[in-house]
T-cell receptor
Framework: DAKTTQPNSMESNEEEPVHLPCNHS???????IHWYRQLPSQGPEYVIH???SNVNNRMASLAIAEDRKSSTLILHRATLRDAAVYYC????????????FGAGTTVTVRA | DTAVSQTPKYLVTQMGNDKSIKCEQN?????MYWYKQDSKKFLKIMFS???????INETVPNRFSPKSPDKAHLNLHINSLELGDSAVYFC??????????????FGPGTRLTVL
């Protein structure tokens, strides 16, 4: 699996945007960029995914660099409930099935 | 309605015992998984089943045996429990085909403590 690199931790103030970077310099053309998050004492939950174009959903936005070697997850207005570990994961378009989690970025939101 | 449920939520047992963790999904998915999250918080795939057929077995000791009685259930049976088996175990499911753009839905986890 292609590797991703994320900062260990980030802090934000409530109601401010959070920009979570992810580097994936060895990404291949068939790799999708997925983001999951894990709230304390809960299972991971899907946030968003994309291939080449920027993506928006009700939870977040995903900005993908033109060369696809990096991406940024954007939480537009952080709430206390957004405090979690955020994982950037590459999934290849094959019958791969599994998600390969790294260490992720621990996001702390200050009230 | 809980999409992916696991029982029990907590499991404390002695070394050498045999225990099972149950997982059920009501999403109509054909693919189910077991992941293990150790004390350092790394999440790793253990098994994947597609329509009751084993797809992935990630070098897990054969003391671990998944069983899928039907496509809505994937249970994890562990024989001769060891201290190192202490972890949080997550069940997950996804629709078929499980391609690179499908999301996986996770259960709440089962915290296993082996004494």
């Amino acid at each position: 699996d292609a590797k991703t690199t994320q900062p260990n931790s980030m802090e934000s103030n409530e109601e401010e945007p959070v920009h979570l970077p992810c580097n994936h310099s060895t990404i291949s053309g068939t790799d999708y960029i997925h983001w999951y998050r894990q709230l304390p004492s809960q299972g991971p939950e899907y946030v968003i995914h994309g291939l080449t174009s920027n993506v928006n959903n009700r939870m977040a936005s995903l900005a993908i660099a033109e060369d696809r070697k990096s991406s940024t997850l954007i939480l537009h207005r952080a709430t206390l409930r957004d405090a979690a570990v955020y994982y950037c994961i590459l999934r290849r378009y094959s019958n791969d099935y599994k998600l390969s989690f790294g260490a992720g970025t621990t996001v702390t939101v200050r009230a | 309605d809980t999409a992916v449920s696991q029982t029990p939520k907590y499991l404390v047992t002695q070394m050498g015992n045999d225990k099972s963790i149950k997982c059920e999904q009501n999403l109509g998915h054909d693919t189910m998984y077991w992941y293990k999250q150790d004390s350092k918080k790394f999440l790793k795939i253990m098994f994947s089943y597609n329509n009751k057929e084993l797809i992935i077995n990630e070098t897990v000791p054969n003391r671990f045996s998944p069983k899928s009685p039907d496509k809505a259930h994937l249970n994890l049976h562990i024989n001769s429990l060891e201290l190192g088996d202490s972890a949080v175990y997550f069940c997950a499911s996804s629709q078929v085909p499980d391609t690179a753009y499908n999301e996986q839905f996770f259960g709440p986890g089962t915290r296993l403590t082996v004494l």
